[in-house]
């Protein structure tokens, strides 16, 4: 198994680009995740997603959306590329939301936006 | 504002040491308690998850969770150097009924192992 995959590894931006980050995962999971993760801090939920069809908001959406048309595949799209969103990003997921919620990481696509 | 608080580090212990994790948290309603580890430059990946109050061993690690005082700690026992990392404590709190998911995690402490 492959786990959690995603592309790409790096990206340079120019402000007010778009792009989409791939994400895909071959365990069967039910849910999944996209976090950021600026330097020197912890992990911010940014969009999740119970199943395929369903997604919803996390602590920071803005500027951010998302689709879930099979159980594999989680791409999360920027549109209008600022400074701010200069991070790195991470895909997860997991078998449960409530009880099994221990979630594996793709390896993070890090993004620069200038 | 739900927080989790972590002492950011570094914490360094020799080798052959029990290296001490702390995290706090503000929600009481919060339900599961997880340990990431995460080396530079790379993903978070899984090493304890903890649900009730008490202690959970695997292997050279223990998890402890106490609800009342909204304290969740780590204990590395036998420290190596490959356990130099940050590690990050993640809280979640669910409301099935309200649609409502939050995992938030602390910033990480920072642990360097000496040999």
């Known amino acids: 198994n492959a786990g959690v995959t995603q592309t790409p590894k790096f990206r340079i931006l120019k402000i007010g680009q778009s792009m989409t980050l791939q994400c895909a995962q071959d365990?069967?999971?039910?849910?999944m995740y996209w976090y950021r993760q600026d330097p020197g801090m912890g992990l911010k939920l940014i969009y999740y997603?119970?199943?395929?069809?369903?997604?919803d908001k996390g602590e920071v959406p803005n500027g951010y959306n998302v689709s879930r048309s099979t159980t594999e595949d989680f791409p999360l799209r920027l549109e209008l590329a600022a400074p701010s969103q200069t991070s790195v990003y991470f895909c997860?997921?997991?078998?449960?939301?409530?009880?099994?919620?221990?979630?594996?990481f793709g390896p993070g696509t890090r993004l620069t936006v200038l | 504002q739900k927080e989790v608080e972590q002492n950011s580090g570094p914490l360094s212990v020799p080798e052959g040491a029990i290296a001490s994790l702390n995290c706090t948290y503000s929600?009481?309603?919060?339900?599961?308690f997880f340990w990431y580890r995460q080396y530079s430059g790379k993903s978070p990946e899984l090493i304890m998850s903890?649900?009730?109050?008490g202690d959970k061993e695997d292997g050279r690690f223990t998890a402890q969770l106490n609800k009342a005082s909204q304290y969740v700690s780590l204990l590395i026992r036998d420290s190596q150097p490959s356990d130099s990392a940050t590690y990050l404590c993640?809280?979640?709190?669910?409301?099935?009924?309200?649609?409502?998911?939050?995992?938030?995690f602390g910033k990480g402490t920072k642990l360097s192992v000496i040999p």
């Open positions: 997860a997921s997991s078998w449960g939301l409530a009880d099994y919620n221990e979630q594996f």
């Open positions: 365990m069967n999971h039910n849910y």
């Open positions: 997603s119970v199943g395929a069809g369903i997604t």
């Open positions: 929600d009481r309603g919060s339900q599961s």
């Open positions: 903890i649900y009730s109050n």
């Open positions: 993640a809280v979640l709190q669910i409301s099935p009924g309200a649609g409502s998911y939050q995992l938030t």
